[in-house]
């Protein structure tokens, strides 16, 4: 290809090539997944990436206004004048010392929360969003079609509604999403099937159909989701005065964020712009825990682009045979056949990744440390967090390394979870969270009953303040 970028199959056994403008989930070739790739040399990027900081200076320019298209020179895909955003990436790099205190590192600034949920639909996916929106835009379609467990229906829904150049279809499974991202997606006006199955279920229809009627696929299997991804490090470096940390934190579901950030950190390192990779954490729910299984149980690697697909072919045909559904109180990451595990599995070769699991319990627990520091977020972002204490205990963090993790939603995306931790009410303490086997809010915040008299609530602040 002659093009500075085209898309590529990430199997370096095929590595065909396809032009910027097709509209491709996988290759045609061999079934793979696709790269979005660039002729680096001739584009001649930045060297530097303080380069960026004088971006804010031309914050009414949209694109330099977005903490996406901040970066446009890293994702060069479109024109500047085709590029669609609403102004998503204003997030935050906060320092944690008190959930430090709680995951267990030690000294000043020693963990910090990149908080997403500050995007303008509460999640990470406008990062995605807004690129494949904008190549979609670039190839004129009308409809974009997605399936969710919440957060990928908002943004798309957001993104629709907001910019009048496409409709929205989207696909959830029943059950299977919160309240809070359900709402989202019905108020900005999408049209919304509700299916039976899980999410699963709602990927494999919504691929059929939107081949059958040439929808636009936005889910993260389409390669310019994770572009849009990519900048996600590029604000944490930004946030950190471009000094990489020791590591780097992320919930994984269908494992677009960590496939989107290994694929930064290899771009940046082949440019020039890092010296250096920190090292890359995925974080499961026990409930949901296919790349554990698949990689720290039955060693599945990348293997130089030849891993092996009998081991993933073999786990989920124990799936099907023994009818096991993805459940976990972290619906967001409540998937048991991630769309991106090449890629992932790409990732975690090139940053000497590793992948944890842990339980609902561990998940609220360590969401409850981060409200209480003021950066609420849902359930799901929370295994960052209760992932990175589980891996300074079994001694694979190090105390005084310098940790990222990524906190992935708004802590109202999910307000049902938040409201049953922190309950005095036990019976909705089980229904909402006794089923999924959590036993206790070990940090529970409880209201205080007290009667409607003055003396008796002076008394009860007195007492508990």
């Known amino acids: 290809m002659t093009d500075l970028a085209y898309q590529r199959c990430i199997r370096p056994s095929c590595a065909a090539t396809y032009a910027i403008d097709e509209v491709r989930v996988a290759c045609q070739a061999c079934g793979g997944l696709l790269d979005v790739v660039y002729d680096w040399d001739r584009l001649n990027p930045p060297r530097e990436l303080s380069y960026f900081e004088g971006k804010w200076s031309q914050r009414y320019d949209p694109l330099a206004l977005s903490g996406v298209w901040r970066f446009y020179e890293l994702l060069p895909f479109a024109k500047r004048e085709q590029v669609v955003t609403i102004g998503e990436g ?89 309240y809070g991202k359900l709402s989202q997606a019905l108020d900005y006006g999408a049209l919304t099937m509700q299916i039976a199955g899980d999410f699963d279920d709602a990927m494999a229809r919504v691929r059929e159909v939107s081949s059958r009627l040439g929808i636009y696929l936005v889910n993260s299997v389409n390669p310019f989701r994770l572009e849009g991804q990519k900048t996600i490090m590029c604000r944490v470096l930004e946030g950190l005065r471009w000094e990489v940390p020791d590591w780097i934190v992320v919930p994984g579901g269908n494992l677009g964020n960590s496939s989107a950030f290994g694929k930064a950190f290899a771009e940046m390192k082949e440019i020039g712009l890092i010296d250096r990779v920190p090292r890359l954490a995925v974080i499961n729910a026990t409930g949901s825990n296919t790349l554990h299984e698949l990689y720290e149980k039955r060693s599945l690697r990348w293997n130089g682009g030849e891993p092996d697909q009998s081991v993933a072919d073999g786990y989920y045909q124990e799936l099907d045979e023994h009818a096991r559904r993805a459940s976990t109180i972290a619906s967001a990451i409540e998937i048991n056949r991630p769309v991106n595990l090449d890629k992932c599995l790409r990732a975690l070769e090139f940053c000497d990744g590793v992948v944890r699991e842990v339980s609902d319990q561990e998940i609220l627990d360590a969401k409850a440390q981060v409200g209480a520091g003021g950066m609420g977020c849902e359930p799901a972002s929370a295994a960052s967090v209760a992932g990175a204490k589980l891996l300074v205990e079994q001694g694979v963090i190090q105390p005084d390394e310098r940790v990222v993790c990524i906190l992935t939603g708004h802590q109202l995306k999910d307000p049902t979870a938040t409201v049953a931790y922190h309950t005095t009410d036990q019976d909705q303490f089980n229904k909402v969270l006794g089923s999924r086997g959590v036993k206790r809010a070990s940090y529970a915040n409880r209201a205080v009953a007290v009667p409607n008299e003055l003396d008796e609530i002076v008394k009860a602040i007195q007492l508990y303040s």
């Open 90 to 178: 204003q997030t935050l790099l906060q320092s944690a010392p008190a959930v430090a205190k709680y995951v267990g590192l030690k000294g000043a600034g020693k963990l910090l929360l990149e908080y997403e949920g500050m995007n303008p639909s509460g999640s990470f996916k406008d990062n995605g969003m807004t690129a494949a929106f904008t190549h979609a835009h670039t190839i004129g379609a009308k409809r974009a079609a997605c399936a969710s467990t919440g957060n990928t229906s908002a943004s798309l829904a957001l993104y629709c509604s907001v910019t009048h150049l496409m409709k929205a279809v989207i696909f959830i499974g029943s059950g299977k999403i919160s």
